[in-house]
């Protein structure tokens, strides 16, 4: 026989206070191994962005810590570069077939860009998320690793229908967008045995941000607000999208301030102008010398007949991308990175306790595909 005890049973313990994500690493290490990295691609001809990329993510992931436990990415140079040169193998008979197109056809050749866009944005799109399931399988936390099922061409095909209802509505569908790609992305996403889900929606997302909309065209004719009002819909979308996150019983929340990304977007305007500035005095400087050595720079094709303002030039012109590059990276990789996280609160991280691992490792083929169609990010 079985008795129900009389009485109060056990108190409940309390539910354990929401974890912080940490954010540490050195700022001056990041900027050297970016700029070194930087002045790597430019010796190797931009190969080397593929073990940047990866050394980037690898330093950000070590030094987020959640409940005390650093990330750990396990991603290779070169499977990028692997995954970039199987994807050029697929695209460049694609721009060749329309270059070619475009010579015999010559009346039809604004009629050929169409589908080309429409291709070119279909498989962008596919890349986006094969090259999101190629992070995360290479993304570990306490020994599980994160992993993505689902179809990337079923997650195209819903991305061309919303592009197209954003496109028809004047940017008012982006919301909804946004929230319908993400619940796929997420419902397909798993850290371990536990499954992910999104549950921002695509109101809620619209009143935080609907004068934003309405305040574009003066964006477009005054520049000064442009910045501003990109920074702030980047802040509110970042917070949106992580009050939404869901794996298992687990979820986040963040304070972010709208106003988190002013400073981070004018410096980069900042640096852009000085550079910019030191660039065009530059040019003046060797235009200088070539003159002072007796070497004619008149006329419209100087340039072309002068070999020394020429290599200047160039020289010039790479070092300017690299120093943006260095600059970009550090502003708005490193210092977003930190800026978001830190606002970052995990409730019922518990629910991860007991996770098993499972999930099996995705190629870099999607991400190769990213970096062809210039559609890559963290």
Not at 82 to 88: E, S
Not at 200 to 208: N, Q, T, V, Y
Request: proline share 4%.
């Amino acid at each position: 026989m079985q008795w129900t005890p009389i009485g109060p049973s056990e108190p409940v313990p309390p539910p354990l206070p929401p974890s912080r994500v940490d954010c540490s690493g050195n700022r001056t290490g990041f900027r050297k191994m970016v700029t070194k990295g930087a002045m790597l691609e430019l010796v190797t001809f931009g190969f080397y962005r593929f073990w940047l990329v990866t050394d980037i993510r690898r330093h950000l992931w070590l030094n987020t810590a959640i409940d005390g436990d650093a990330a750990e990415y396990t991603g290779r140079g070169k499977e990028l570069l692997i995954g970039f040169l199987v994807a050029l193998a697929i695209l460049v008979p694609i721009y060749l077939a329309y270059f070619l197109v475009g010579i015999e056809f010559e009346r039809w050749q604004g009629f050929a860009s169409t589908p080309l866009f429409i291709s070119f944005y279909a498989f962008g799109q596919f890349a986006i998320f094969r090259a999101r399931r190629y992070r995360l399988t290479r993304t570990v936390w306490r020994g599980v690793r994160f992993w993505m099922d689902g179809s990337g061409w079923a997650y195209s095909f819903r991305a061309m229908l919303w592009g197209l209802l954003v496109f028809l509505t004047l940017g008012l569908a982006l919301p909804w967008r946004e929230a319908s790609l993400e619940r796929y992305k997420m419902r397909h996403t798993h850290f371990g045995d536990l499954q992910g889900d999104f549950e921002g929606d695509g109101w809620a997302f619209f009143k935080r941000g609907w004068w934003l909309w309405l305040l574009t065209p003066l964006a477009i004719v005054i520049f000064p607000a442009a910045p501003f009002l990109y920074a702030e819909f980047k802040a509110r979308e970042w917070r949106w999208w992580l009050d939404g996150i869901r794996i298992g019983g687990v979820s986040l929340s963040s304070s972010l301030p709208h106003n988190a990304f002013y400073g981070l977007y004018w410096k980069v305007i900042g640096w852009w102008l000085l550079l910019s500035v030191l660039f065009g005095f530059y040019l003046a400087g060797a235009a200088g010398l070539v003159a002072a050595a007796g070497v004619s720079i008149a006329g419209p094709d100087a340039i072309g007949r002068s070999i020394p303002l020429l290599s200047m030039m160039v020289i010039g012109y790479f070092a300017l991308a690299l120093a943006l590059n260095v600059v970009m990276r550090m502003y708005l990789q490193r210092d977003i990175w930190v800026k978001v996280l830190e606002t970052v609160e995990v409730h019922n991280i518990g629910a991860a306790a007991d996770v098993r691992a499972s999930g099996e490792l995705a190629s870099a083929l999607g991400e190769g595909f990213a970096d062809g169609l210039d559609v890559a990010g963290f």
